[in-house]
């Protein structure tokens, strides 16, 4: 079955010309000209399989959009904005975002982003995560990957996209070290930059919220000093 895409911009021209584009490729396109619109498509829908995201639109702002999106799926979301600062593009990432693409783009970079994006969800959704069991247990934190759950001590811990990301590619290395710019290459598929740090680090401590019984003591995800972070 081919991906649903999800085109949210409020200009017509983009719209059209990124659906053209993408069901030349044979993607299923939907599209909306507001946030409002998208988080009422994604209600409606069951499945959508990646988002396209303007930041400046009339009304709820992309970002703002992000933040809701993660409520309902964890579904890629490709920033696809004229706001091409560093500062804005590393909010996009911390937000909840997968991947972020200036305009003007070129329309090979997009199909390629978009295929990269849809390749990493679909391990990540288990479809071709060659392991041996539907369980990732670790002590009272057991992770689903099939149904993108996790559960800790019977409860259901909801995430957002990148924390799942991070916490199960540090859950199938259980015990290996991962410093901060293996984690952003591996997982955000970008180049190493002095602000990404910050990236990984909110991400590290946005996990440890929501699965430590006390964050600031973490039993789970662990500090190698000097070497990265690793899940005992």
């Not at 590393?90 to 070129?106: A, V």
């Not at 849809?118 to 149904?147: C, F, M, T, W």
């Amino acid at each position: 079955m081919c991906a649903a895409i999800l085109i949210v911009d409020d200009s017509e021209d983009i719209r059209e010309g990124v659906g053209i584009l993408l069901e030349s490729e044979g993607y299923q396109v939907l599209t909306a000209d507001s946030g409002e619109t998208a988080l009422g498509l994604l209600q409606d829908r069951q499945t959508i399989d990646l988002i396209i995201l303007d930041i400046m639109m009339p009304g709820q702002s992309g970002f703002e959009t992000c933040r809701e999106i993660r409520e309902i799926t964890i579904a890629p979301i490709l920033f696809l904005s004229a706001k091409a600062g560093i500062e804005d593009k590393e909010t996009g990432l911390i937000i909840g975002g997968d991947d972020y693409l200036p305009k003007p783009f070129s329309p090979v970079e997009l199909v390629a982003r978009i295929k990269a994006l849809l390749r990493r969800y679909a391990v990540y959704q288990g479809k071709d995560h060659n392991v041996s069991s539907d369980v990732i247990k670790i002590r009272e934190l057991h992770i689903y990957p099939s149904a993108e759950e996790v559960i800790l001590a019977g409860k259901r811990i909801p995430l957002r996209h990148m924390e799942y990301r991070l916490l199960v590619h540090l859950a199938l290395h259980r015990g290996r070290i991962f410093s901060a710019e293996e984690l952003y290459e591996t997982l955000w598929m970008q180049p190493f930059l002095p602000l990404s740090n910050h990236t990984v680090v909110t991400h590290i401590k946005n996990l440890r919220q929501k699965i430590e019984h006390d964050p600031k003591d973490p039993k789970y995800i662990l500090t190698v000093w000097g070497k990265g972070y690793r899940i005992v």
